[in-house]
């Protein structure tokens, strides 16, 4: 075995986590010499399709502005960066054995989990996610109500469609959760118990995101810029510890995280916008989402003595 391979046995989350911000940063170049974020600024500027996190927004906007194809692939290899990530590590550090782990994990919920509940597991982990970001969109509306914008159709079956759309097919979702709780939430519960391992990876995957968001020291300055992105770290930790909650009820499954990220990326507009870049009112956008998703955490820490639903 070459001492290649031992270290990545060794190290797995180390060297996963270490090869995604490596390919993460290895497209910021890209972006500046080919113009992409320029591109796709110009194109959803001149089409007013609003920035959703979704493959369908995505799509609808190459049909649109056929230019920005080469930018949303950028964008969406790096949000993939994860996922590429993992597969690397796990086939070097576990072969087919832990391709077919991870694999095994793309499931509605465990197999000894009678539908019913598995139903009911899912309706409680939706109707969560959206209460958070409905008190959102109050706390939005009630600071900042000149420049809030809540444009969702609740028509029936078009809420349902982007209700779908936002469960299944997040690019964040997609690209990601395989990496952030099919192969590291696993991996750090092997040493940590649920919430120092939730904590962890909320961390982790809040400092993941720091390269993509550089705009913000350039918008803002340093000081506010490291505010912010302090705010949002601080929201994924406390969005970590509900997901890893409803990621073991249903049996520490891929596909419930993938649309728990969708969720939370909210592309259904469940929690509105607020049309400024200006620091304070994005500030507050990130604090609105902070507050109520915090509340949740904390209920489901009390609720179950920080077990997250683990017989430990």
């Known amino acids: 075995m070459s001492n290649h391979k031992y270290n990545v046995q060794r190290y797995p989350l180390v060297w996963f986590y270490v090869i995604s911000v490596l390919i993460e940063i290895a497209i910021i170049p890209l972006f500046f010499s080919t113009g992409a974020d320029q591109i796709l600024f110009k194109a959803l500027e001149k089409t007013g399709i609003p920035f959703k996190t979704d493959l369908i927004s995505a799509f609808k906007l190459i049909l649109a502005a056929p230019e920005t194809l080469p930018a949303i692939f950028l964008s969406i290899t790096q949000v993939a960066a994860v996922d590429i990530a993992v597969i690397i590590v796990v086939k070097l550090a576990y072969g087919n054995a832990g391709i077919t782990d991870l694999k095994s994990r793309f499931r509605f919920w465990k197999q000894d989990i009678l539908w019913q509940n598995g139903l009911k597991k899912w309706s409680i982990c939706i109707f969560t996610f959206s209460l958070i970001n409905l008190a959102s969109a109050w706390f939005n509306k009630s600071m900042f ?39 590291a939430l696993p991996l750090l519960l092997q040493r940590l118990n649920p919430v120092q391992a939730s904590i962890y990876l909320g961390i982790l995957w809040g400092v993941w995101h720091f390269p993509v968001k550089y705009n913000v020291f350039l918008s803002y300055g340093f000081t506010e810029g490291a505010i912010y992105l302090l705010t949002f770290t601080l929201r994924l930790v406390f969005v970590s510890i509900i997901m890893t909650y409803f990621w073991n009820q249903l049996g520490q499954t891929t596909i419930i995280a993938i649309a728990m990220h969708g969720l939370i990326n909210d592309s259904i507009g469940l929690g509105g916008r607020i049309e400024s870049e200006n620091f304070i009112p994005q500030l507050f956008t990130e604090i609105n989402l902070l507050l109520p998703t915090a509340v949740v955490a904390v209920i489901l820490l009390i609720r179950t003595k920080g077990k997250l639903g683990f017989n430990i």
């Open 145 to 183: 109500p000149a420049l809030f914008v809540w444009d969702v159709n609740v028509l029936p079956i078009a809420f349902l469609i982007s209700l779908i759309i936002t469960l299944f097919l997040d690019a964040g979702g997609l690209f990601e959760e395989n990496g952030w709780r099919g192969f």
